[in-house]
């Protein structure tokens, strides 16, 4: 005999009820929103937490339970999974505005000390900025450009052909190619 549950489902809606069937007999939805449909399923017709876990294949009845509380209070979102720890990513807006302001601006090779832009440069910069972002991270500048559709092929800063800034223990030297124009053609 199982024990009595602190935290008991509340009844379904019809609009519940109909949108968890529908959810946990679909075919393309992710595999662990169809398995929390099915379990509140099952502990609406009665099972108790550790038998519709088992129902389903896991092992923690308390897992269930946990479910269960969260549909109680916040309905058919507790199917969704939430954030599963680790770092918060950003999603603020403003941040998001300063990662693609900064990477559509031209980098000048004095300032930044690049003529075109790479990941770390960018994180570099963002970092060190007095209106940037102090802990940002290349995959997150990755993710935000990627979202904003930019491809290193589209949108790629270009230095001039033939010249190129070295730095040398004399200081720092403007080389230039003299084959630039047989090399352009």
Request: proline share 6%; glycine share 6%.
């Amino acid at each position: 005999m199982p024990r009595r549950q602190k935290n008991p489902l509340r009844p379904l809606t019809a609009e519940e009820r109909a949108e968890l069937t529908a959810l946990s007999h679909a075919h393309s939805a992710p595999a662990i929103e169809v398995t929390r449909a099915t379990l509140l399923l099952l502990v609406s017709g009665g099972q108790a937490y550790q038998c519709a876990a088992d129902t389903v294949g896991r092992k923690s009845g308390d897992a269930v339970a946990h479910l269960v509380a969260r549909f109680n209070t916040d309905g058919l979102a507790a199917v969704t999974p939430r954030h599963g720890g680790g770092r918060v990513s950003i999603d603020d807006a403003d941040a998001r505005n300063r990662i693609l302001r900064e990477a559509r601006r031209t980098p000048t090779p004095q300032h930044d000390g690049t003529a075109t832009w790479s990941l770390t440069l960018l994180r570099k910069a963002l970092r060190t900025a007095p209106d940037g972002l102090p802990r940002v991270s290349t995959y997150t500048i990755w993710r935000v450009r990627h979202d904003a559709k930019f491809t290193f092929q589209r949108t790629r800063t270009w230095c001039p052909t033939g010249q190129a800034i070295r730095k040398r223990k004399a200081g720092v030297v403007t080389v230039t190619d003299p084959e630039t124009e047989s090399k352009k053609k």
